[in-house]
């Protein structure tokens, strides 16, 4: 097969509105697994959000791979094991909670059973909770509370708030903290460097392959560097302009198994 790697963006891309993978798109997955293709689950979201879906597709049994927290962390789905992870600085963990405090926004991390955050209330707090299904816990200082080491923090809040508080935050954290907005509610803080096209660069290395033999898919602003990486880049339909247009070729929705129909398209057959 000329592509042996998937790597699927899960939010708007993988799972419908719903959050579900539907069985087309599970159908199609599970042959491209039979014919040898290496699934890799590439999100922004936490271990603890994307675990289900892996389950859901097999693939501690089927073997695969998970790079959670944009990349930040790649997991042998198969052995359980954390093959690599980049952690944030615990001076800058500070750092970026004074910084929301300044900027009247919230900002959470995770802990293995959920979130961790000292405004639960906040409905885009609330939201990132319901896009993973995983509970809030809410603790009275969380830079205090943050004594594991983390791949991510996310700020959030309302998109015209979120833009400017980006901008504010580049420069001042610009060689300690990278940060870019997921969704525009959503502005994620992790280590420099960390991004979905690296750790897949790392991880197909590590599998003996390179990006010619990737297609990958996805939706969002975070999804363009692997989608120009790879030797397929597949855009969906409800994609923004600027994710299209650094994609090689475009799917159906994600409510209508766009995955599923470009699986059959060009990998399938």
Known sequence: MRYQALALDLDGTLTNSQKEVTPATRAALGRAMFEGCKVILASGRPLVGIQPVAWA???????????????GQVVDCRTGETLR?????????????????????????????????????????????????????KVPDLAAYVTYPITKMLLVGEPERMAAVEQTMRPLFAGQVDCYRSEACFLEAVPPGVDKAASLHWL???????????????????????????????????????????????????????VAHALDKWLLG
């Open 85 to 137: 992870q980049d952690r944030l600085d615990p001076a800058q963990i500070r750092r970026l909670c004074e910084f929301a405090r300044q900027q009247g926004v919230s900002i959470l991390t995770y802990d293995r059973d959920g979130i961790v955050t000292e405004h639960p209330e906040d409905p885009f707090v609330q939201k990132e909770a319901g896009i993973n299904r995983i509970p809030v816990q």
């Open 204 to 258: 197909l290395d590590h599998l003996g392959l390179s990006e010619r033999h990737l297609m990958a898919f996805g939706d969002g602003f975070n999804d363009i560097p692997m989608l120009r990486a790879a030797g397929l880049g597949v855009a969906m339909a409800n994609a923004q302009p600027q994710v299209k247009a650094a994609a090689k070729a475009l799917t159906d929705s994600n409510d209508e198994d766009g």
């Open 57 to 71: 597709l097999g693939l501690p049994r089927l073997g695969g791979y998970i790079l959670a927290y944009n990349g």
